[in-house]
């Protein structure tokens, strides 16, 4: 993948939404949205969701992967959600919408939202989501009573910086969106189709590292929904 600068990002996070939503829709949970699975034909689109690899579907009946027992190694690094983190098997598309905001956050930023740390080990990441949403308790964060690893840890209290400090670059619209994508209540967070329609403008120069060589069509496993155009 090639960095660079986009306007056309409004655009290609829509249609990234739109594709969302019909796999949520179809009782899909694609489980590893990051950079590397959003595929450009150009620089300005269209967009393809790709690698479903990890994917869970509510049709497909693993007996070995119930919907209230989803395995928690899903995800790749900074982009995994803290429900995961903390041994939560009954998650559900919220998972999507946390990495999804991450993706948008990292194009303002310039780098991932937050820090992975080593492979193989989540302690650094938790540090890291915390030092930037606050440290949460089960007042700010109720559904955390029904992770089984949450209660086993006694974490450091560091108060939530204001996203205007995490992003300073971006704008208020894009901050809106964001902030509503990665929180830590996954009943709070915006649906795609949410997403889809909300009214942000997410190109203002900012950095994307989304713009992937086209050869990766080819190779790559590809949902391409009749939107996507």
Same mark, same amino acid.
């Given at each position: ?10 655009? *290609? ?6 594709? !969302? +939503?019909?796999?949520?829709?179809? $009782? ?6 990051? =950079? ?82 080593? *492979? ?6 938790? !540090? +890291?989501?915390?030092?930037?949403? $606050? ?6 964060? =109720? ?87």
């Amino acid at each position: 993948m090639v960095k660079g600068r986009s306007s056309h990002l409004p655009r *290609i996070f829509k249609q990234v939404a739109k594709a !969302l +939503s019909f796999v949520h829709a179809n $009782g899909v949970i694609h489980r590893d949205i990051k =950079p590397g699975n959003i595929l450009l034909k150009s620089e300005e689109g269209p967009a393809y969701l790709c690698d479903f690899g990890t994917a869970w579907a509510l049709n497909d009946h693993h007996p070995d992967e119930t919907a209230d027992n989803k395995v928690i190694e899903i995800g790749t690094t900074c982009y995994r959600p803290p429900e995961t983190l903390f041994g939560y098997r009954e998650y559900g598309t919220e998972v999507d919408i946390w990495a999804f905001g991450c993706v948008i956050a990292e194009t303002e930023n310039g780098a991932p939202l937050f820090e992975p740390g080593e *492979i193989g080990t989540d302690l650094r990441l938790i !540090l +890291s989501i915390f030092e930037s949403l $606050g440290t949460p308790d089960l007042k700010t964060w =109720p559904e955390a009573n029904n992770f089984p690893d949450f209660s086993k840890m006694i974490f450091n209290e560091f108060p939530p910086q204001s996203w205007e400090t995490l992003l300073p670059n971006a704008g208020p619209e894009v901050l809106d969106l964001i902030k509503n994508m990665v929180t830590y209540s996954q009943g709070k967070r915006l649906s795609a189709d949410e997403v889809f329609h909300a009214n942000a403008h997410l190109a203002s120069g900012v950095h994307t590292y989304l713009y992937g060589s086209t050869a990766d069509l080819g190779t790559q496993q590809i949902l391409k929904h009749p939107y996507l155009k």
